[in-house]
């Protein structure tokens, strides 16, 4: 099973909201990921989880916060959001540490959030 | 530097026709170099990879070429099809990150 699941598909939110972004993969991997994905651009890297440890937060706004609570499963909670926030989430996950330069990850199908 | 420069932006293909994408790196310390295909609504998934020690890769349609001198690297899909129009983004997997090129939006005429 190569799957990254993420839930819900699709969110709506206003501002002064608080929801989550789910994730989970059942492929052993140790390294999740965050990514944002503006329409017509590459995903960006938010943050990483290497065997349930925070190891890079890209600089992200502190009204995105991740939460790790075991290795099969990766959270993004989300607090008082600004309409450029809309975007596609994806999570991600590779076998090990994720500083091998090798690591193939798999990307799950996204949230695509939009923030009124 | 830490930069993977791709192009075209998009490309327009006849079915059948053979699509071309090219990347281009300056760190010489890239070791492996990923193309992710990604269909609209899903998350990229990788599509084929090449390490710098071979000068070509070649997966059914989907063939890399790399110039390790020039520092570039190409994806060829051969005889195209409707079914390949995505977006395709090159990757070179940083110290801590993966590094993408902007991406071609590729779309195979039926």
């Known amino acids: 099973d190569t799957e990254v699941t993420q839930t819900p598909k699709h969110l709506v939110m206003g501002m002064t909201n608080k929801k989550s972004l789910k994730c989970e993969q059942h492929?052993?991997?140790?390294?999740m990921y965050w990514y944002k994905q503006k329409a017509k651009k590459p995903p960006e890297l938010m943050f990483v989880?290497?065997?349930?440890?925070?190891?890079i937060n890209e600089s992200v706004p502190s009204r995105f916060s991740p939460e790790c609570p075991n290795s099969s499963l990766l959270n993004l909670h989300l607090h008082a959001l600004q309409p450029e926030d809309s975007a596609l989430y994806l999570c991600?996950?590779?076998?090990?540490?994720?500083?091998?330069?090798?690591?193939?990850?798999?990307f799950g199908p996204g949230t695509r959030l939009l923030v009124l | 530097q830490q930069q993977v420069k791709q192009s075209p932006q998009s490309l327009i293909v006849q079915k059948g026709g053979i699509s071309i994408i090219n990347c281009a790196y300056e760190n010489t310390a890239f070791d492996y170099f990923p193309w992710y295909q990604q269909f609209p609504g899903k998350g990229p998934a990788l599509l084929i990879a090449?390490?710098?020690?071979?000068s070509e890769k070649k997966e059914g349609r989907f063939t890399i070429s790399f110039n390790k001198s020039a520092k570039q690297f190409s994806l060829h899909i051969m005889d195209s099809q409707p079914g390949d129009s995505a977006t395709y983004f090159c990757a070179a997997p940083g110290d801590d990150k993966i590094i993408f090129g902007k991406g071609t939006r590729l779309h195979i005429l039926p």
């Open positions: 492929m052993g991997h140790r390294a």
């Open positions: 989880y290497s065997y349930e440890k925070l190891s």
């Open positions: 991600a996950s590779s076998q090990r540490s994720g500083t091998s330069r090798m690591e193939t990850q798999y």
């Open positions: 090449i390490r710098p020690d071979v």
